[in-house]
């Protein structure tokens, strides 16, 4: 199978390492608008199956230009006229399209292109990543032990600290302030409604070694498909993420201020976003480099509750990951690590055969257990409690999961 990255920052160059590892990956095309990245891909991935284009996705025939040459493409591009060349260059040219969360506005218009995938028969896989993307498959799977299921709340636990950088994010700083600004979707009492950005704080104790956090409801995909998806009666869905004081003040005077719109304003004849403004005062040259020395950890929490055998229940989920060790071994933090692999587990399973079905799928619909399997491959295996655990590390080791996984097909 031959992929496409566009847009090669961290994750993108994560991506592309993992793919590399894979047989059923035979070629991979980097391509960027901006040099430094694709050099930077050339100089740290040494692989035959490497190649990197200069483009740019927000002129439509770039963007086809690179599509024409892939059988599955990634999109990692922030800006909706790039995702929204790249999905219809998919759909011209015939390529399954995949993303990692680009906000809940992409995910509704590309859920608005089911039906065109489908006819096309080819698969859009959206949201595939950590969170959403891991989150998703863990509340499916744990979703799938209840007779019914009234409440899945994610919480996500992650603390970073980079010397220099007061305000930073471990991905993409354009999507976190993104996620701080929009006011986010919370599925409650069976319908959907937007709430306030940065509200309904909470206090929410991980396990350990996290422990307790105040976390807040930011802008995330996973309450406007779990809900469809998981069905079994649910009336709640929402997403919260941890924030320390100092970030959410910071976040909520900027926020009063204006600055993280996305709406151009003229300044002195020119016009400019102030959130372009703002991610380009607080990002640097050696941020890169600067990420090698990140301290703290990456923290998922998925929480199910309803009903099994006539009984409450509640079971969940728990991802855990420090930047140190995944710098260690992999020489990204434990953020973009986690992030590419999920894009590459569904990636493979496209490769594979492994995902049923056209259209757009979002992460919950697939095959949670060859999901897992991968995962645990990679030696990323949740803590499960309130179910039957899986002994994931031992399927990896009989060779099981490629032959007993349902789904699973030979390569």
Avoid at 318 to 342: C, Q, R
Wanted: with cysteine; proline share 5%.
């Amino acid at each position: 199978m031959r992929v496409a990255i566009i847009g090669t920052g961290l994750v993108g160059l994560g991506l592309a390492k993992r793919l590399c590892e894979y047989p059923e990956i035979d070629e991979i095309i980097c391509a960027d608008i901006n040099p430094m990245q694709l050099n930077r891909a050339l100089r740290e991935i040494r692989s035959d199956k490497l190649s990197v284009e200069a483009a740019n996705a927000e002129r439509f025939e770039d963007a086809s230009k690179v599509i024409s040459k892939a059988d599955v493409v990634f999109n990692g591009v922030p800006i909706w006229a790039g995702t929204s060349n790249i999905l219809q260059a998919c759909l011209d040219l015939g390529a399954h399209y995949v993303d990692a969360g680009l906000g809940t506005f992409a995910l509704l218009e590309t859920l608005k292109r089911h039906d065109m995938f489908r006819d096309a028969g080819i698969v859009a896989l959206p949201c595939l990543g950590t969170d959403p993307g891991m989150s998703n498959v863990l509340a499916g799977y744990l979703a799938r032990h209840f007779d019914e299921v009234s409440e899945i709340r994610i919480r996500d636990g992650g603390m970073a600290k980079m010397r220099g950088r007061e305000i930073f994010a471990t991905y993409s700083l354009t999507t976190f302030l993104r996620e701080c600004a929009v006011r986010p979707i919370v599925y409650e009492n069976g319908a959907f409604k937007r709430v306030p950005p940065l509200s309904r704080e909470e206090d929410f104790t991980f396990p350990a070694p996290v422990g307790p956090a105040k976390v807040y409801a930011v802008e995330h995909e996973e309450p406007v498909t779990l809900p469809q998806s998981i069905g079994k009666g649910i009336r709640y869905v929402d997403f919260k993420l941890a924030l320390t004081r100092e970030v959410l003040q910071s976040m909520r005077v900027l926020l009063k201020l204006g600055l993280l719109s996305d709406a151009p304003i003229e300044v002195k004849g020119a016009r400019v976003a102030p959130r372009d403004l703002l991610v380009a005062l607080l990002s640097g040259p050696q941020d890169a480099e600067r990420m090698q020395h990140v301290e703290g950890f990456e923290a998922i929490m998925v929480k199910v509750s309803g009903r099994r055998k006539g009984e409450a229940a509640t079971a969940s989920a728990f991802l855990y990951m420090t930047h140190k060790d995944a710098l260690s071994k992999y020489g990204e933090t434990a953020t973009v690590f986690l992030t590419s692999l999920g894009i590459a587990i569904g990636i493979r399973m496209l490769a594979k055969g492994q995902v049923q079905g056209m259209g757009v799928i979002p992460p919950e619909k697939l095959d949670a257990l060859t999901y897992l399997v991968y995962m645990a491959e990679q030696g990323v295996v949740p803590v499960l409690s309130g179910i039957e655990g899986l002994e994931l590390p031992a399927l990896v080791a009989k060779g099981e999961g490629q032959k007993t996984v349902p789904g699973a097909s030979a390569a």
